[in-house]
Every structure is written in structure tokens, then in C-alpha cells.
């Protein structure tokens, strides 16, 4: 009998559970509840493959940042009776959500920590629990673009100065930070000033990058930093030499930083939606407008340089923001969703 292949086991799969709430809301579409996006999540299913997990917004009506023991193991209990587990988890630092700018007052900049710190605990309780064997925390500034453009020095180094306290937390908590750029968050929003950032907090065992691939690719546009673009106005998106360029650069800048990763798709556009500021658009992964080759440009940042596998996480999540809410309820969504994240793991993937 031929010996079939084994298929490579790592990185884990996760969906994330925040676009359920993310651009949600009185001036949008009613949220939808984690319990749901727990059932598609399980229910989604690719030759005889499923997805190992999932991540969570630690944000009510999903997870509350001030749950309690009790709760976080009902929680635990809840995700593993559907043969998941959890990963990275976000810390809700806005000031809507309880949280401060990074480089605002001192208050605003001691909300934030705060949340951080709440967050760290949810984290390393739910590792007690044994339902979260790996993953991050993630945090951004929480400030604007525009804001932080009336003093982009002293912005950045009060943000640096916030992420070092937050970063002094998670050590407490034995937890990692991941920040994530986005042209919408101030001090982050260009792949230059992210990098800056990183360097300037000069943790690099306790704070990294976290990468999506729908919010990198604006990077190589410059929205919000036109002054950092890599790819040209008039870019020609069939020119994938080009591209591909672009990509190199802005990975080679960031990719020794990233410890955590998000699969998506983008058409080269921006989107807000409800509360959400404008930023990366995510696409479903079989849009035909979308820019991305998902499975090739996934390996800029699983593969270093050399074409060598980093493997710098142990999972890799889906994260697809703001789609209509008939969109996510259709299992099939998450079946083609899921169908994307076996191809990456199969291209990128080790055992």
C-alpha cells in the first residue's frame, strides 16, 4: 500500500471572532454573538480538515475585559467542548472601549496599560485553563493619524513610552505584545513609522508586529504616509514583478519583528463601517478584485529571505473585518475561508 503524505500540522488555523463585532453596531449591523461565530467556526469543514482554533476580542457582548474566573471557565469550557482552543486575544485600549490614546494625558495613557494589564490576566488564565497553549496580546496607539501628525516626534515617543509600560506588564503575566499597523492608527500608520516605533520600545522579546496581509498591502500604497510609499500612483497591478518588489521591501523591514499573523485578501481600497475608522479592506479570499495572491504572498512573511520557513508562530489566523452580516452566516463562507488557510499552511507549513 502507497504511503499517503503527511500533511504538515503547523501552524494552527484560527478564525478570528472580532469581525462579529468590529464595524457593528447603531450605525451598522447588529453584532453577532460569539456563541455563533464559535458554531460556524466548528461547523467549517475541507477534507476531513477543520480549524484548530480561534482568536478573541476581549470586548463585550463576546468576552468581557473584567470576566471573572468563573466565567473565563465557562469560556474554556465552551470553546473546548467544539474541538478548538484560543490564541491571541485583543486588548480593548480605545478610549470607547475603556481604554486611552498611548500619547495622550497621563490618565488616557494609564487606561491603556490598565487594559493591557486586564487583558494579560484573561490571557494567562485561560493558559491556566489549558485552552490557549500560544498566541499574543495585541494592542495599537489608539490615536489618529491626524492627531498624531501635530507632533509626530513627541507622539511617537510618548507611544513608545506607554508600549514600554505595557510591555513592563506583560512580562508580569508572562504574556508577549504584538502591535498591529494600520494606516488608521497614529505612530503605526506607515510601514517607516511602525518600524521607528518598534525600535524606539526596544523590547523585542516582549513586544513585536503583528502582520495582516490586508492592512500591509496599504503600506506599499501609502495611505496616510504618501511620503512612505513603495508602489507608485499609477502602479499597474499586472505588473507582479513590481509588486512582488514592494512586498520584499516592506517585509524585509518588518518581518523580523512579527510574531504574529493574520491571512487576508485586499483590493487595494480602504473601508470603515459603524464606529471603525477607515482602513484595510478586507476581501473574501475568492474576490476578483482582490490584489493579493494570498498563498504566494503569505510565504514574504512566513519565509524569510532565504526562502527558509521563520516559524515565528505557531498559528495563523483569518481575519476578515466589516463583510455584510448575510455574508457571515453562510457556512460556506468559513468552508472557503478555511479552504485558504489549509493552502497557506500546505504551501508555508511545517510539522
Not at 4 to 29: F, I
Not at 35 to 55: C, N, P, Q, S, Y
Not at 132 to 160: C, F, H, M, Q
Not at 222 to 227: F, I, L, S, T, V
Amino acid at each position: 500500500m502507497t504511503k499517503l503524505p503527511r500533511r504538515p500540522a503547523l501552524p494552527r488555523l484560527h478564525n478570528a471572532m472580532w469581525p462579529g463585532l468590529v464595524g457593528k453596531g447603531p450605525d451598522s449591523e447588529p453584532p453577532i454573538d460569539l456563541d455563533t461565530m464559535l458554531r460556524l467556526t466548528a461547523g467549517a469543514e475541507v477534507d476531513g480538515m477543520k480549524f484548530d482554533g480561534v482568536d478573541l476580542f476581549l470586548f463585550d457582548p463576546h468576552v468581557s475585559i473584567d470576566a471573572s474566573d468563573g466565567d473565563l471557565a465557562r469560556l474554556a469550557d465552551k470553546v473546548r467542548a467544539l474541538g478548538l482552543m484560543v490564541g491571541s486575544v485583543v486588548a480593548p485600549v480605545w478610549p470607547p472601549t475603556g481604554g486611552g490614546s498611548a500619547m495622550g494625558s497621563t490618565s488616557e495613557r494609564q487606561c491603556f496599560v490598565e487594559q493591557v494589564r486586564k487583558a494579560c490576566r484573561i490571557a494567562r488564565k485561560l493558559r491556566e485553563l489549558a485552552v490557549r497553549p500560544y498566541g499574543v496580546v495585541r494592542i495599537d496607539s489608539a490615536a489618529s493619524p491626524a492627531e498624531w501628525a501635530k507632533d509626530p516626534a513627541g507622539n511617537t515617543r510618548l507611544i513608545a513610552e506607554t508600549f514600554r509600560e505595557a510591555c513592563d506588564v506583560a512580562e508580569d503575566y508572562g504574556e508577549r505584545l504584538a502591535a498591529e499597523g494600520e494606516i488608521c492608527w497614529g505612530g503605526m500608520h506607515s510601514w517607516r513609522h511602525m518600524v521607528k516605533l518598534l525600535e524606539l520600545v526596544d523590547r523585542p522579546k516582549t513586544l513585536g508586529f503583528q502582520a495582516d496581509m490586508a492592512h500591509t498591502l496599504l503600506f506599499t500604497l501609502g495611505y496616510n504616509a504618501p511620503e512612505d510609499r513603495i508602489l507608485p500612483e499609477d502602479f499597474d497591478w499586472n505588473d507582479t514583478d513590481r509588486f512582488q518588489a514592494a512586498l520584499q521591501q516592506l517585509t524585509a523591514a518588518l518581518r523580523p519583528w512579527t510574531i504574529d499573523f493574520h491571512v487576508a485578501q485586499n483590493d487595494g481600497t480602504v473601508k470603515g463601517s459603524g464606529s471603525h475608522d477607515k482602513t484595510g479592506h478586507h476581501c473574501l479570499p475568492h474576490d476578483p478584485n482582490g490584489k493579493l495572491d494570498i498563498v504566494r504572498d503569505a510565504g514574504h512573511w512566513m519565509r524569510d529571505e532565504t526562502g527558509q520557513l521563520t516559524r515565528s508562530f505557531q498559528h495563523i489566523c483569518w481575519d476578515g473585518c466589516m463583510f455584510p452580516n448575510a455574508v457571515m452566516m453562510e457556512q460556506q463562507t468559513w468552508n472557503d475561508i478555511l479552504a485558504t488557510m489549509i493552502a497557506v499552511r500546505a504551501a508555508h507549513g511545517w510539522e
